[in-house]
């Protein structure tokens, strides 16, 4: 099982912050580095830097060496998947191979509204999804391919640099709370990987049937797929004395978060503490294990509130020190 690291960069990151993460991540030995891809955090929020996904990767390319890079995930409708398949392919060849394409059908309305993009229903997000993948991938691995789509075409397109990975980049597509037969077959078909943001490991059992009734109705080896998982981690501690010091720690920073008031921190922080990796090393160990036999990856978010770089940096040593070797 391999252990992947993930920041949400709309949460305030500066660059700088972003490059120390990444950097931490490689030399603690992770098999990987992602981001979301989002232009903003919540609109009732006050505002803070929300890097671009794509070009926030091409910066950190030059800046690691070993660890792969990638999104968890891209929203197909933010990008012509002619050009967003020329990207991800140039940076595949600017890493030496190194990356992990993820991708879905997008969710954020807010983000669609505010960035004037059309946000058409599920359904169509879907079979727009399904094209864009279709379309990349010919891209990827074919000379000059041609596709005449109800939502995208391409016709005879020059594309190089092609990607170093054969026969193509890995696709990994997102899906969280789509249970739809036409998102679950779309992966079937098109997909190398699904990564899933499970609520429980019996939700995650379901989520494998479903997938697996997917696969043998379009004639998929279901064995072939492969599965990442998405746990956010808040507080985690070496024991019980130094998890409570953390928390005393996090009610004292500085949040990015004007509309929580000081009174709200340890309610927020419980609430936060509840959903998430979190708890005395013993205690994480035990929730992430849940999921070791399940999953390819498992992809663990850093702490989203207080000092991120600071939280990111110790979240980071302890998963190395305390808790990757035991899994």
């Known amino acids: 099982m391999k252990i992947g690291i993930q920041i949400e960069p709309q949460m305030g990151y500066t660059y700088e912050e972003i490059v120390t993460l990444a950097k931490a991540a490689e030399d603690a030995g ?4 992602t981001v979301s891809d989002h232009f903003f955090g919540n609109i009732q ?10 070009t926030l990767l ?45 991708i879905g059908a997008g969710w954020k309305e807010s983000e669609y509204e ?4 059309p946000m058409p229903s599920s359904k169509t997000r879907v079979l727009q999804l399904r094209e864009a993948i279709q379309i990349i991938n010919l891209l990827w691995t074919e000379e000059r391919p041609s596709f005449q789509g109800e939502y995208y075409s ?7 640099p092609k990607p170093v990975q054969k026969p193509r980049i890995p696709i990994w597509v997102g899906n969280q709370k789509l249970k739809t037969p036409i998102m679950e077959e779309t992966i079937a078909r098109y997909a190398d990987g699904l990564n899933y943001d499970s ?8 989520k494998k049937k479903r997938m697996r009734d997917a696969c ?4 998929r080896n279901f064995d072939e797929l492969k599965w990442s998982i998405y746990l956010t981690t808040s507080v985690i501690g070496e024991d019980a004395e130094d998890f409570e010091e953390k928390k005393q720690e996090l009610l004292n920073q500085h949040w990015l978060f004007t509309e929580i008031t000081d009174e709200l921190k340890p309610k927020i922080i419980e609430i936060m503490l509840a959903k998430s990796i979190s708890g005395t090393v ?7 294990s849940q999921y070791k036999n399940e999953a390819d990856i498992i992809i663990l978010g850093l702490p989203m509130m207080g000092d991120l770089r600071k939280n990111g940096l110790d979240t980071i040593k302890i998963l190395k020190e305390h808790i990757a070797k035991k899994l």
Not at 154 to 160: A, S, V
């Open 58 to 102: 091409a910066l950190l390319t030059p800046q690691t060496e070993r660890i792969r890079l990638g999104t968890l995930v891209s929203c197909h409708s933010y990008r012509n998947p002619a050009h967003l398949a020329k990207i991800v392919a140039n940076l595949d060849y600017a890493s030496n191979g190194r990356i992990d394409f993820g």
């Open 282 to 288: 013993d205690t994480a160990i035990e929730k992430i």
């Open 154 to 160: 391409i016709k005879e397109t020059m594309f190089l």
């Open 114 to 117: 505010a960035y004037g993009y």
């Open 45 to 54: 929020s006050v505002e803070k830097q929300a890097h671009d996904a794509w």
């Open 216 to 219: 043998e109705k379009v004639g």
């Open 30 to 33: 992770f098999y990987s580095f």
């Open 199 to 206: 609520e429980t490991p019996e939700d995650f059992a379901e």
